[in-house]
Each structure stands twice: as structure tokens, then as C-alpha cells.
């Protein structure tokens, strides 16, 4: 029985991560999901559906790295994930910040430049 329910399992999770990559297709078709990011999305849902087929790669993958409890690999590469994700964000962050800065700059000049002509012009 205890079989069962564990081929049931995987079955599930192989299902689940096949529709997550169909949405994540869809999402970048759409154009509401930018290729840089959903390459990510593309490789940890693959990484899901690698573990779900192969039932031993997370024991065999902790043992090559010297992981005692192979679950704990998961919140390792995970944590690692979010860490690398948040430096990618933050770098967009201070480059669209800087972006904008010069935007308002340039603006205001141009507005300056306008008022001044109409002023020219009365």
C-alpha cells in the first residue's frame, strides 16, 4: 500500500510540475513574464520534475556532496536561489533607479528650456 500512495505521489508531482512549466509558457507567450526571469522559472521547475521522476537523485545528489539529510539539500539550493534572485533584483533596482533619476534631470531641463521660449515669444 505504502507503494501505492508513493507512485501515487510522484505521479502528482510530475503532473503538477508539467502544468507550472505549461503556465510558465504561457505566461512568457503572453508577454507578461520577461525571458531573463522565466529562465529561472524554466530551470527549478525542470529541477521538480527531475526529482519527480528520479526518486533516488536527491539521496544520491546529497551523498555526493557530503548532505546527511537530503531534504535539507532542497532548502540549501533554495536559500542559495533566493540569495542570487535578490542581488539579480536588487542590481535591476539601482539601474532603473539611476534610469529614472536622469529622466527627471533631462525633463526638467526641457521643461526649463520650454518655459523659457514661451517667454521669448510674449
Known amino acids: ?5 508513493s507512485y501515487r505521489l510522484q505521479i502528482i508531482a510530475i503532473v503538477t510540475a508539467l502544468i507550472f512549466m505549461f503556465f510558465i509558457f504561457r505566461l512568457i507567450a503572453k508577454g507578461k513574464l520577461r525571458e531573463e526571469y522565466s529562465f529561472i522559472w524554466i530551470v527549478c521547475t525542470a529541477l521538480l520534475l527531475l526529482f519527480a521522476v528520479w526518486r533516488d537523485g536527491l539521496d ?7 548532505i ?3 531534504p535539507s539539500l532542497i532548502f540549501l539550493g533554495a536559500i542559495f536561489a533566493i540569495v542570487v534572485f535578490l542581488v539579480h533584483l536588487s542590481v ?3 539601474k532603473q533607479h539611476k534610469q529614472i533619476k536622469d529622466l527627471a534631470q533631462e525633463m526638467a531641463l526641457l521643461k526649463e528650456k520650454l518655459e523659457a521660449k514661451q517667454k521669448e515669444k510674449q
Do not use: Q, T
Open 60 to 66: 544520491v545528489i546529497a551523498k555526493l556532496l557530503g
Open 1 to 5: 500500500m505504502e507503494n501505492v500512495i
Open 68 to 70: 546527511y539529510y537530503a
Open 92 to 94: 535591476v533596482n539601482s
